[in-house]
């Protein structure tokens, strides 16, 4: 039997942990000093959907991302998770870019790695949850692509992937005829534990390099700021909805449910 | 406008020929998704700011009965593509149709449902286009002077909301996701124009459907059309406290929902989590309980009439976004008020 290998990229994005910012009441601004970025959740679960395929057929993972340099250290987690190869891709020349730019950023340097079989991607991203990227970069590809996969199956003899995907209110089964590209559900993959051995083979020399735009030579009005169509041209603190902020005083937990069914019912959204 | 070097892959274009606000129409089971139709409202009050018309897009196969309902809700001109080859939906086919559709007739705004189809589909047009994409959308202004339409997000969290121009490309296009803008009144008064459309439709061939299996969901209301919403988070400390939860919900006829971290951990599915990444919910009453408050779920629940903290932590940001707090353990609390209403049912 001919055995068709599956070369994968996954591609990675390096967030600011959103559920650890807070904002500073007094004055309404974000607080992020000592907030630690992390790889994208949801792209780990790529990443262990990349993994997983790796294992049964064989195969390459490379993973990209476009971010400053220090998102090596993400680039390194995915590399100790198993993966064979981080790029990441960084400039300045590559900054304020908009999801047009970036996927345009993301597919020059897919194109440049080559000979790729299946581009993987997370559903979507914790600090701007846009899901725009994987739809973008399939058109700057021209690929065929699916989003939400859940299950995947790989019939190597005609190069065709097989996956399921879930919907609001359907599964789909599709299959693709490779190259194409995927979204993967958020928690459908359960990222594998990073392991020393593999964290330090990602130390090692070569196992990720680093892309600038002397690399990828691109365009730099396709890129960064110049490349984006959309610009952000105001910031504003979101309104607060007005609340009462009743808080029942006492440690009667009896009274404190009486006061509370009292409360809605005097407001007429509560019939007993 | 300030002269600017074009990208090498973008067509030059001069925004000033674009015009009218149009929105993207899903078909879903033979219907106009009702998160498209939503869209007409917002369109309809672009149009009118911009004195230009509202249009809709409206592509498949048989579906030409459909074609009035965009009008009834808002539209002035409803594009349709009726052909066989658009059978299934793939987002290749159906978004090349959309562009073909957008190069011919310029319109200044494209605005599409962020159902998950819709999210797919939507940035690969945008793509196509060499335009900007907006993704869930909560609000939006419009520059009457400047002619330009300004998209509103929250960007990071849901503390701050960003303004976003696309000044030199067209259409404007942004996502918005279901029931962020009710649905406007239907008129079958009102009167469009239905303009259909030929157009060559590239096959896909690289993509195939193989099976279509409908989930069947449970007669449970779904969490955005909910009344009352019990509500839980991570301080429930295990699936099971969703059980207390339940039983509270039942007594009252109401659903249970949950928060991300609730979602993250696996005890509830992601079609019940409230906040900014799961669904914007609009019950008379919310139940918050062990639930601390993030921005993002704060944001989801912007729309409750009223909400009531059950949370043991008196610091927890809920009260802060809460009609009535209660400062206790749930484990405590919700049986109390089980017990009160049962009495009172008696």
């Known amino acids: 039997m001919i055995i068709m290998p599956l070369n994968m990229i996954v591609c990675i994005k390096w967030v600011p942990n959103t559920t650890a910012v807070s904002i500073d009441e007094r004055t309404g601004t974000l607080i992020r000093e000592g907030v630690p970025s992390i790889v994208n959740p949801h792209d780990l679960g790529a990443l262990e959907a990349a993994l997983s395929l790796k294992d049964k057929y064989g195969g390459t993972v490379t993973v990209i991302s476009m971010a400053p340099p220090e998102a090596i250290l993400g680039l390194e987690h995915a590399l100790g998770m198993g993966a064979d190869k981080g790029i990441l891709i960084s400039d300045r020349a590559f900054a304020g870019a908009d999801t047009l730019a970036t996927s345009y950023t993301l597919a020059k340097a897919i194109e440049r790695i080559g000979n790729y079989d299946l581009i993987i991607m997370g559903q979507e991203t914790i600090d701007s949850s846009t899901a725009h990227i994987g739809a973008q970069v399939a058109s700057w590809l021209n690929l065929p692509y699916v989003y939400y996969v859940t299950e995947i199956s790989y019939f190597e003899e005609k190069k065709v992937l097989r996956v399921k995907r879930m919907l609001e209110n359907a599964y789909e089964i599709y299959d693709i005829q490779l190259p194409g590209l995927i979204s993967i559900a958020m928690h459908t993959f359960k990222p594998r534990r990073v392991t020393l051995e593999n964290k330090l083979r990602a130390k090692s020399k070569g196992a990720i390099e680093v892309w600038t735009n002397k690399v990828l030579n691109l365009d730099v009005n396709c890129i960064g700021l110049r490349g984006s169509p959309t610009t952000v041209t105001k910031i504003e603190f979101m309104p607060k909805i007005p609340r009462k902020k009743e808080i029942f005083k006492g440690d009667d937990v009896k009274e404190a449910a009486k006061w509370l069914i009292t409360k809605l019912m005097e407001d007429g959204l509560l019939k007993i | ?346």
Not at chain 2, 102 to 116: C, E, H, I
Not at chain 2, 146 to 175: C, E, Q, Y
Not at chain 2, 252 to 278: C, F, M, N, Y
């Open chain 2, 1 to 346: 406008m300030e002269s600017r070097n074009l990208c090498h892959e973008w067509d030059e274009i001069n925004p000033e020929d674009y015009k009218g606000i149009w929105v993207y129409m899903q078909v879903e089971d033979g219907q106009i998704h009702e998160a498209s139709l939503q869209l007409l409202g917002p369109a309809r009050f672009m149009a009118d700011k911009l004195n230009t018309y509202v249009g809709a897009v409206l592509i498949g196969w048989n579906i030409k009965h459909l074609a009035k309902e965009p009008i009834y809700y808002g539209a002035d001109k409803v594009f349709i593509v009726d052909n066989e080859k658009l059978k299934v939906y793939y987002p290749r086919v159906y978004g090349n149709v959309v562009v073909k559709l957008a190069r011919k007739y310029k319109p200044q705004a494209l605005l599409v449902g962020a159902t998950m189809k819709g999210r797919e589909l939507a940035p690969f047009i945008a793509n196509s286009l060499r335009t900007g994409i907006t993704a869930d959308l909560t609000n939006f202004d419009v520059d009457v002077e400047n002619k330009d339409i300004i998209l509103i997000r929250p960007p990071f969290g849901a503390w701050m909301l960003a303004h976003i121009r696309t000044a030199h490309r067209r259409p404007v296009m942004g996502s918005v996701r279901p029931n962020v803008f009710p649905l406007p009144e239907r008129n079958e008064k009102r009167k469009g124009e239905i303009i259909e459309e030929q157009v060559e439709i590239e096959p896909e061939t690289e993509l195939k459907l193989v099976e279509y299996i409908p989930i069947v969901k449970s007669e449970e209301l779904p969490i955005e059309k909910a009344e009352i919403l019990v509500s839980g988070g991570r301080g429930l400390g295990s699936k099971d406290g969703f059980k207390l939860l339940e039983e509270l919900a039942n007594l009252l006829g109401g659903t249970i929902s949950g928060s991300r971290k609730a979602v993250d951990a696996g005890w509830i599915p992601h079609e019940k989590q409230v906040g900014q990444t799961g669904k914007s919910v609009k019950p008379n009453i919310y139940f918050a309980i062990a639930i601390s408050g993030a921005a993002q779920h704060i944001f989801g629940i912007r729309e409750a009439k009223r909400v009531v903290a059950i949370n043991i932590d008196p610091e927890a940001p809920i009260f802060e976004n809460a009609d009535y707090g209660i400062v206790g353990d749930y484990r405590k609390v919700i049986p109390a008020i089980i017990e009160v209403i049962k009495e009172m049912k008696k």
